[in-house]
């Protein structure tokens, strides 16, 4: 979802400041398709490399776990019943799991890593998913505001009018998602949509006057 928002406010203003340098529909177009492939590989290479890096920390997180249970077993037990006891155990249940965790190295560290990271070590995200998912979000959201010059409509209010109406479903689907006024969602993403294009626009105007004159 964040991805298609993504896509749609950076190729609606990058076509609101291009349409409004006063440049031909085809040059609007190539600026838009240029932007919608580079946007999307930017943001699928983002997520890889983010997600790689999250998932080799905790990878890291983990040797160092078996280093101090190798070298600290009983401060690290000592720990995890500090963290059992805080949980609200009482003193002797939580000595007793402390002691029957401890008892499989690879369980002891699954355990200290999900509660000093809050993450599970088994259940790392997949960098590939990440990065294909975020490039087709990007890229349907980046298209909306071409569709009408994709169809022959040599408009730039049409195709800002289609950017409208897609942050408009983006902000109502974010809302069904997070519980939130679907109202409010929607007129929130359109407003922050706006916001950028208008300052894009206004960038392509003075732009266009520069190289008018």
Do not use: C, W
Request: proline share 3%.
């Amino acid at each position: 979802m964040f991805g298609a928002m993504d896509g749609l406010v950076t190729n609606t203003s990058l076509i609101a400041g291009v349409g409004g340098a006063g440049v031909e529909a085809h040059t609007v177009v190539l600026s838009g398709v240029a932007g919608l492939v580079a946007g999307a590989f930017s943001m699928a290479l983002g997520e890889y490399t983010s997600v790689r890096t999250s998932n080799e920390q905790i990878d890291a997180e983990v040797r160092v776990e078996h280093l101090s249970l190798h070298k600290y077993p009983e401060a690290e037990e000592s720990e995890l019943v500090e963290t059992f006891t805080a949980m609200g155990m009482s003193k002797p249940t939580a000595t007793a799991a402390a002691a029957e965790v401890h008892a499989d190295t690879e369980r002891a560290v699954d355990i200290h890593i999900t509660h000093e990271l809050g993450v599970n070590p088994n259940e790392k995200p997949s960098p590939v998913v990440a990065a294909g998912s975020s490039f087709l979000m990007f890229s349907i959201g980046a298209v909306l505001p071409l569709i009408p010059y994709l169809l022959g409509f040599e408009s730039l209010v049409a195709g800002l009018a289609v950017g409208g109406v897609g942050l408009l479903l983006a902000g109502t689907l974010a809302a069904h998602f997070t519980a939130q006024s679907r109202i409010r969602s929607a007129g929130r993403q359109l407003l922050f949509g706006m916001i950028a294009v208008g300052a894009t626009y206004l960038v392509g105007v003075l732009i266009g006057i520069g190289v008018a004159g």
